[in-house]
């Protein structure tokens, strides 16, 4: 490649507007703002990571190495899917199969000389606190809350004197989308504002069993009652198109017998993986305003976005800018627990069933503590043992109005904290 | 693929069979790669988008990045038409130019490296200039279904391509980014759109509830509060389109045959409805209950219905009128001639707790019903396509369908032409109204008219943006300073420099990057017109009307018409 670097030698022509906004203040920018050099070599030195290399990824991966970003790193365990070709425009048919994060890394760099990005193959749970460590700014373009959760408390773990690492989340659905900057433990966190996410309606599980009105019960029923019953331990595989025409099938039986028009195979597969639309353009929109808040904040050439932009496109145009408020009794960036309201008679398995219901908690495993001792630990399995029979009692016998009830579970890296109120 | 696989991993001949011979709606290649957006606009809205010709002018990094959301989707085509030569600082704001393209035509590079992303869609590339082309070929501008400018372009080019375009019915798109700063203008004579897409099409006529809906709650209605003829379970599993029905009646026999009609009564109603509950966790009343305050709204057309049917293209039909007027023309007729001006029914039925047999057959009384308003409809299409010489049977079923489940939501929009805004008609007052607001994003538009008066004046020939060189960027936007005065002055607005600190703010950040693009905010662009262009050629969801500002500083959008 004797070509590579002559080539790679790059004209000071290339980033001749960039340049100018880095050179020169704006009548908005910050007073502390030294324009030249400073600016430059920031956006030149400084690790950048993005989590997800798929619809907004691909878009941010290319709009930070045309930001003048030259360290870059993507995490993204996904593989290349043919659904994913009508926007990640970092692949081609050829690609299906491949590691997401290690064909976008690839095109960008071969594309845009210069930069460098270092893809990793795996979830962003395998990374330790050294690693995250090392960025100053992360961008998220995810399509999992459980993900972006874990990243929002990671970096707010990780705040201390020398550490404050922005985390830039964006966000679509179809015609509409978000982006939002994170300042840890500053501004408002994603737990702070998970309220805005209502989760789907669940169908009652009698509906399904027994008296289903609409293609989506007849498909749910296929699903989640004659899966289990007919297929026994195999699991079910939503990518597999045998597993979903099998369902397609049961649930067309069903529709049929109980007169229920409109099953089609395209619904089955959206049901089942609970598919959300998804487009270039509104991934393109979300992840250019993410990449621009990104330079903003590297560069401090304009003020950055305080601290949310929602965007929607179904009539005209409408974007909304506002500040979302942090919460006092935030579990993850908060200082303060929150209230917890139980019921003395309550086992403790009835409490941990009830807090898995709540759309702020979503546990899977949890381990409760109280300050003054352990009511139930998933783990080591001695301590499971000995605190087993505590899911039998009843709260009253162990706690009163008061306490600090404590929740840890490997789906959350950070113990969400209650203070108890026994009711009357 | 998979069915290759499957012969030599499933052995039985039934297994095969079913697997391989018969899985009725098994997607196709295409409508997997596709999936996603099918899911938004459908069938019919990706055969518009394939069967639609794009003109870009000027592959910028915005206009480039607006192809690209355009080819993933799989638009049938585009040309571009720029008579430029890439340059190294194309390189730092277009991703669709590599080192190799340096000296050679942006068209053609730009278009290579667009068609790498969908096989199926076709590329063409133009060298040319748009002011000469619009005068040596202007005949060529009625192939294309879409027109997308941007870049430098002098007004007088950018005002006959509008004339041209708007005459000819197609929409033109004219974009501008600059720095931090991006704007969008449509310009699209007439534009009808069926499928707004409107979160739900439910209507239940609870308040003029049709003879066969009347039929199947007066069957139960005998029996409803009665605990010796109905069973606790049937009673907690009532439709509550029933259970509205009946205490509607009940209610009108003591309140003078009035309906509830206001806040306080529907509220009333509602107390009404929890005292014929016969025990608190009846699911059914509580949806009654939900349902009140949606669907108590007698039947009425939306005034954008109305202006369709006032339009003179619905009164006066003439035998070149396209399918739309002529479908909405026989819905008019429907409504005000046959049916008390009410239009067809939608059939759509939420959701209710019921038995499965009792919901079936309630949704069959709504789409029984749908389907009877649709054929009567059907039947004065036919007759007046009779009438206009055409024939009868020219329109489809299916068109006339999807109408008449959308008649409520459909819209008309005539958008402004730029020759109306810049020089016939201005909005004078939608300018003025927002200078004394220093925050306002019309201080860009406001810049962005001065931008254009400077690379279009006569002694700049070359077009050259202001702010290229640090030595005399003051002087240039100092420049556009007095082309803002001169642009509020034809307009008649006083203007003061206390009242014009906001634009001379934006002037400034206008001049700030020299006249280039920034990235992002040339990928926002192309994000946010690709998105608009998809509205228009699918005739799905509504577009915006006419002018989108984007600042990238205070990421803030607004539209506005001018």
């Not at chain 1, 008061?402 to 026994?422: A, H, K, Q, V, Y």
């Not at chain 2, 069915?3 to 030599?8: D, F, P, Q, S």
């Not at chain 2, 040319?128 to 009625?142: G, R, V």
């Amino acid at each position: 490649m004797a070509t590579a670097t002559v080539l790679g030698a790059e004209s000071p022509d290339r980033w001749r507007y960039l340049n100018n906004i880095l050179n020169r203040k704006g009548p908005y920018t910050d007073e502390a703002f030294t324009p030249g050099d400073e600016p430059k070599a920031f956006l030149a030195d400084a690790k950048i990571l993005v989590i997800g290399a798929g619809g907004l990824g691909c878009e941010i991966l290319k709009n930070l190495a045309l930001s003048g970003f030259k360290d870059i790193h993507v995490i993204d365990m996904d593989t290349i899917d043919i659904s994913n070709l009508n926007r990640q425009f970092l692949f081609r048919e050829a690609d299906v199969g491949k590691s997401k994060a290690e064909v976008a890394a690839a095109f960008v760099m071969k594309r845009v000389r210069g930069v460098t990005i270092t893809p990793f193959n795996c979830a962003i749970q395998d990374k330790d606190d050294e690693y995250y460590k090392q960025f100053k700014i992360v961008v998220c373009g995810l399509d999992s809350v459980e993900a972006r959760r874990w990243m929002n408390a990671t970096l707010i773990n990780l705040v201390d004197d020398e550490t404050l690492i922005p985390l830039i989340d964006g966000g679509t659905e179809g015609f509409k989308g978000q982006a939002r900057v994170i300042l840890p433990t500053i501004s408002s966190c994603y737990e702070c504002s998970l309220d805005m996410h209502t989760p789907r309606a669940a169908v009652p599980l009698c509906t399904l069993a027994s008296i289903p009105r609409q293609p989506a019960h007849c498909i749910e029923w296929a699903s989640v009652i004659q899966w289990p019953k007919e297929k026994g331990d195999l699991k079910l595989d939503t990518d597999d198109p045998e597993h979903i025409t099998w369902l397609f099938t049961k649930a067309l039986e069903r529709a049929k017998e109980f007169n229920i028009p409109g099953v089609t195979y395209s619904m089955t597969q959206g049901v089942v993986k609970n598919i959300i639309p998804a487009i270039a353009s509104t991934n393109a929109i979300v992840a250019a305003s993410c990449c621009n808040e990104a330079l903003k904040i590297a560069t401090t050439a304009a003020p950055y976005l305080d601290n949310y932009m929602m965007y929607t496109g179904n009539e005209s145009i409408y974007t909304y800018t506002f500040t979302h408020e942090k919460k006092e009794n935030c579990p993850v960036c908060g200082n303060l627990p929150q209230n917890l309201e139980v019921n003395p008679e309550w086992t403790l398995e009835g409490l941990m069933e009830r807090l898995q219901e709540r759309p702020e908690t979503t546990l899977r495993k949890p381990s409760l503590r109280t300050s003054s001792k352990s009511l139930y630990l998933q783990a080591p399995k001695q301590l499971e043992e000995q605190t087993r029979p505590n899911l039998e009692k009843k709260l009253k016998e162990l706690m009163e109005t008061g306490d600090e009830l404590s929740i840890s579970d490997p789906g959350m890296p950070f113990n969400l904290r209650f203070i108890i109120t026994m009711s009357e | 693929m998979h069915i290759n696989c499957l012969w030599t991993t499933w052995p039985t001949l039934s297994r095969i069979y079913s697997y391989s011979m018969s899985i009725p709606g098994a997607p196709t290649a295409k409508e997997k790669k596709y999936d996603r957006q099918l899911r938004l606009w459908g069938a019919a809205g990706q055969e518009a988008l394939e069967n639609a010709h794009i003109l870009l002018v000027n592959a910028t990094a915005a206009g480039t990045e607006t192809l690209k959301n355009l080819v993933l989707p799989g638009i049938g085509r585009f040309t571009i038409i720029d008579d430029a030569v890439v340059k190294d600082e194309d390189l730092g704001t277009n991703f669709f130019l590599d080192d190799n393209s340096i000296g050679l035509s942006r068209a053609q590079k730009t278009c290579e490296l667009l068609c790498e992303l969908n096989p199926d869609v076709q590329g063409d590339h133009i060298k040319d200039n748009i002011t000469n082309f619009i005068h040596t070929n202007p005949e060529k501008l009625k192939t294309f279904t879409t027109v997308i400018i941007t870049g430098d372009v002098p007004i007088s080019t950018l005002l006959s391509l509008d004339n041209l375009l708007y005459t000819l019915d197609i929409p033109l798109f004219v974009l501008k980014c600059v720095g931090f700063t991006m704007t969008c203008r449509l310009a699209l004579s007439e534009h009808a759109i069926v499928e707004t897409h409107p979160d739900s099409t439910v209507d239940l006529r609870l308040l003029k509830p049709f003879p066969e809906l009347v039929a199947l709650y007066e069957e139960k209605a005998a029996i409803m509060d009665d605990k010796e003829k109905m069973s606790e379970h049937d009673h907690g599993h009532i439709p509550y389109v029933v259970i509205l029905l009946k205490a509607l009646d009940d209610w009108r026999s003591t309140h003078g045959g009035n309906i509830p009609s206001n806040y306080r009564e529907k509220n009333e109603f509602k107390s009404f409805l929890r005292g014929k509950m016969w025990n608190a966790d009846e699911e059914n009343f509580e949806e009654a209950i939900a349902a009140v305050l949606p669907y108590f709204n007698p039947p009425s057309i939306a005034s954008t219905t109305k202006e369709i049917f006032e339009d003179k293209k619905c009164t006066q039909l003439t035998a070149t009128s396209s399918n739309f007027w002529i479908i909405a023309r026989a819905i008019k007729n429907f409504a005000y001639d046959d049916n008390e001006g009410i239009l067809p029914l939608p059939g759509a039925l939420p959701d209710m707790k019921a038995e499965s047999k009792d919901y079936i057959r309630l949704q069959n009384v709504y789409k029984a019903k749908a389907r009877a308003d649709l054929a009567s409809v059907m039947e004065i299409v036919r007759v007046l396509l009779s009438g206009l010489g055409r024939d009868p049977n020219s329109i489809s079923e299916s068109d006339v369908e999807t109408f008449c489940k959308h008649a409520g939501f459909a819209r008309l929009t005539r958008v402004r032409s730029l020759n109306e805004e810049y020089e016939h008609n201005p909005k004078v007052k939608t300018v003025s109204n927002e200078l004394s607001d220093p925050t306002s994003l019309m201080h860009y538009y406001l810049g962005i008219r001065a931008y254009e008066m400077f690379i279009s004046e006569e002694s700049n020939s070359k077009h050259t943006p202001p702010g290229i060189d640090d030595s005399t960027a003051e002087n240039d936007a100092e420049q556009l300073d007095q082309y803002v005065t001169v642009i509020l002055d034809k307009l008649n607005i006083a203007h003061s420099p206390e009242l014009l600190e906001g634009t001379s703010k934006a002037v400034r950040e206008i001049v700030r990057v020299g006249g280039g693009e920034l990235h992002n905010i040339s990928s926002l662009a192309g994000g946010l017109v690709a998105q608009e262009i998809i509205k228009v050629i699918t005739k799905q969801y509504i577009p915006m009307n006419n002018t989108v500002i984007f600042d990238g500083i205070s990421s803030r959008s607004q539209v506005y018409e001018l």
